[in-house]
C-alpha cells in the first residue's frame, strides 16, 4: 500500500495531466475548480485515472456527487449550507474539509471542497479497505 506521500506524488501528476496544469500548481490545498480549473467533464477523466493508477474502484458520485446543494434535498437556504446541510455534507463527503467550508458555507463555495488533499485521504481510505 502507498504512502500518502506518494499518494499525491500520483495524484499530482494525474491532475496535471488531466488539467493541463503544471505539477508546482498542483499542492495538496489547491482546489481542483479554483486552482485548477477542472469542469465537469475533467471529473470523469480524474476517476478513470485514479482508478487505473491505484487499482481501486470508485462508484459513481461516491468521490465527487452531484447536486450537493440541491434545493429538494434541503442541504442550503437563501445560498447557504444549513448547520443540517453541513452534517450531510460531512457524511457524503468524509474525506473533506468541512470545517474549513463552515467558516463561509455559502452555496457557491461548496466546489472549493474537492481539493488535492481530499483526493489523496480518499484514495488512501480506499487502499486501506481493500476496496
Known sequence: MATN???????????????GADEDEVSSSA?????????????????????????????RGELFPENLAADGEGL???????EDGLAKLRERLPYANIDAFAADPQVENIQDLFTVDMLVKFVAAKQASGE
Open 31 to 59: 482546489t481542483l475548480v479554483g486552482d485548477l480549473g477542472a469542469e465537469s467533464i475533467d471529473f470523469l477523466d480524474i476517476v478513470f485515472n485514479l482508478e487505473k493508477e491505484f487499482d481501486i474502484k470508485i462508484k
Open 76 to 82: 442550503a437556504a437563501d445560498g447557504v449550507v444549513t
Open 5 to 19: 506521500e506518494e499518494i499525491l506524488t500520483k495524484i499530482q501528476e494525474i491532475l496535471a495531466d488531466a488539467l
